[in-house]
């Protein structure tokens, strides 16, 4: 018997220094949600990283629920691979 395909999952975060005390999740998805946020950041220069293990405690959370202090060494290793991403980005 054939096991069919994983559904993709994705989640975006947002954090608004000054506003948020932590990151939050902005929206999350399986399938077609997935793609179209996976989509939608390649579209505006957002790096998208794949880290299953990270997307399957972001998908028990809620839509603008902050991560949970548990998840900021994980959260804080991304923003640096995003970071680090924008640093080799070239001016204009």
Do not use: C, W
């Amino acid at each position: 018997m054939k096991t069919p395909p994983k559904r993709r999952r994705a989640a975006a975060l947002r954090y608004t220094p000054g506003k948020d005390r932590a990151p939050k999740v902005a929206a999350k998805g399986s399938g077609a949600v997935a793609e179209h946020i996976i989509r939608v950041a390649r579209e505006h220069g957002i790096p998208v990283k794949e880290d299953p293990d990270l997307m399957a405690v972001l998908a028990g959370l809620d839509i603008e629920q902050e991560i949970p202090a548990d998840l900021y060494l994980a959260v804080a290793e991304l923003l640096a691979f995003v970071y680090s991403l924008n640093g080799k980005k070239k001016p204009g």
